[in-house]
């Protein structure tokens, strides 16, 4: 697409990932911790504390991750899942070359990281999450 700038130029109009993957349009704090890879402050959001049926789902894309029945506390301010969806989170090593990142399968959205070995569930896994990067679906 094409649109003559007020100089009277002819410029390109580029489309942002969101508008032409038909993925959810990001506010700026959403952006700086899926896009950019920032971490929300502990205990500061939407999904730390919270518990109901339903699946937590992708932010930027609606791909279902985590399961309720997955989640579990943790104490360490961020939501906390010891098992995911199949196939819907894929794991990278963090750039700080000690963690492990998890991001969203689908489109790639950092979600967190994920640890092993700490005992707090039967599973050995925890999925520590920023609530910015999900949604939740309640179960009807």
Same mark, same amino acid.
Request: with cysteine.
């Given at each position: 697409m094409v649109e003559e700038s007020k100089e009277g130029r002819?410029?390109?109009?580029t489309v942002t990932d969101a508008d032409?993957?038909?993925? !959810? =349009?990001? &506010?700026r704090e959403e952006e700086r911790v899926?896009? !950019? =890879?920032? &971490?929300?402050?502990p205990f500061s959001g939407?999904?730390?504390?919270?518990?109901?049926?339903g699946v937590y789902a992708c932010k930027r894309c609606g791909t279902a991750l985590y399961r309720s029945e997955d989640k579990f506390d943790a104490g360490c301010g961020w939501p906390s899942f010891d098992a995911?969806?199949?196939g819907a989170v894929r794991r990278l090593p963090d750039a700080d070359g000690v963690r492990i990142e998890i991001q969203c399968a689908h489109c790639g959205a950092h979600l967190g990281h994920v640890f092993e070995g700490e005992g707090f569930t039967p599973a050995?896994?925890?999925h520590c999450v920023n609530s910015i990067s999900l949604d939740f679906r309640a179960r009807s």
């Open positions: 002819r410029c390109a109009l032409a993957k038909g993925w !959810r =349009k990001l &506010t899926i896009v !950019r =890879k920032g &971490t929300e402050p939407e999904y730390e504390a919270h518990v109901a049926p995911e969806l199949p050995d896994t925890r």
